[in-house]
């Protein structure tokens, strides 16, 4: 099947990718995993889809057989190519995607009334939600998300949806910190852990959140996390860390005397992507406010600077011209 690329979404990993690497990264490569098109080929009769069809592409190609593929897993199954990681993804005109792996789910029909860049914020919704369906949010949570980048308010929007009762976002960085004070989150903003600590006295009586979701990969949030959780609280490992000063036994120790569950989340399934795209196009969780600059294909070393420099939220990839 052979797709024409629309819009493409940069992130985070596409610059580590780019810059320092990434552990699924097989080069040389083509990145770009949040991506849209439309079909400009297919064997209608194998694939179910139309030339001219709007679609969001699930990056993951799975096996379709294996435990995890069977479990809703497929993000796990030992032989997933990830396009943009294992195979080129979306910062290239044109994608080529195997009918086999059309039959697991990959592609999803974009809505008519949403925009490609809208739909392109599918995967990294889907991203939020394999994690927040591991940490069960549900009414009356509060909820601490260290990191206020894209993902932290996805993660922050998607737990408004599930019922969190407060919401609070750290962010230290002033230009994002700027961002943040735009969008219309109804969240708590923190500029630092002094700020957090008086929020989380004043919207809970010990000053406790319920769960936390480190957006970031400073080890330090993730300290602090264990600090802040409430008993039996939850942690999402969202974010892989950066090298690790020790952390002390007596916080380790944390999980067991409070009864903390940590759990992880890496990547998203197709089922996943499937629910994102339904949340966003049904307007449980908008999107189209987070995108802060569309660039074209010319400019994506500009564009994977800009990300570094943390002063943009979402920024966007247009493959055609006349944005
Ligand atoms: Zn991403
Ligand atoms: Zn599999």
């Known amino acids: 099947m052979l797709l024409a690329v629309e819009v493409c979404g940069l992130c985070r990993t596409d610059m580590k990718a780019y810059t320092v690497g990434q552990r699924d990264l097989r ?22 889809f139309c030339i001219g ?35 080129d ?74 019922g969190a009762k407060d919401i609070i976002i750290v962010e230290p960085q002033p230009d994002r910190m700027r961002l943040l004070e735009g969008l219309e989150n109804q969240c708590l903003l923190a500029a630092d852990l002094k700020d957090l600590l008086e929020i989380l006295a004043a919207v809970t009586k010990r000053g406790q959140a319920d769960v936390v979701i480190p957006c970031c990969p400073n080890p330090e949030a993730f300290r602090e996390s264990l600090k802040v959780c409430a008993k039996r609280g939850r942690i999402g490992f969202f974010s892989g860390l950066t090298p690790c000063p020790d952390i002390a036994n007596t916080e380790w120790n944390l999980i067991h005397y409070l009864e903390l569950t940590v759990v992880g989340a890496y990547g998203c399934s197709a089922k996943h992507n499937q629910s994102a795209m339904q949340l966003i196009n049904g307007g449980d969780v908008t999107v189209k406010d987070l995108i802060t600059r569309r660039i074209a294909l010319g400019e994506l070393q500009q564009g994977l600077d800009l990300i570094a420099l943390g002063k943009e939220m979402k920024i966007v990839l247009y493959m055609k011209k006349g944005r």
């Open 89 to 162: 993804g979306g910062f290239q005109e044109y994608l080529h995607i195997p009918a086999a792996a059309v039959k697991t789910g990959v592609l999803n029909y974009i809505p008519t009334g949403l925009s490609f860049e809208e739909a392109c914020m599918t995967e990294p919704l889907a991203c939020a939600i394999n994690m927040q369906d591991a940490l069960h949010i549900g009414d009356g949570d509060v909820v601490l998300i260290w990191g206020g980048g894209p993902l932290g308010v996805l993660n922050a929007r998607l737990a408004r949806s599930r």
């Open 27 to 48: 080069l040389p490569r083509v990145l770009g995993h949040e991506i849209t098109a439309t079909v400009l080929d297919a064997s209608q009769q194998q694939t179910g």
């Open 53 to 87: 069809d709007r679609v969001q592409v699930a990056p993951g190609i799975s096996c379709g057989r294996c435990r995890f593929c069977k479990q809703g897993f497929d993000h796990l199954c030992d032989r997933v190519k990830i396009m943009g990681f294992h195979r």
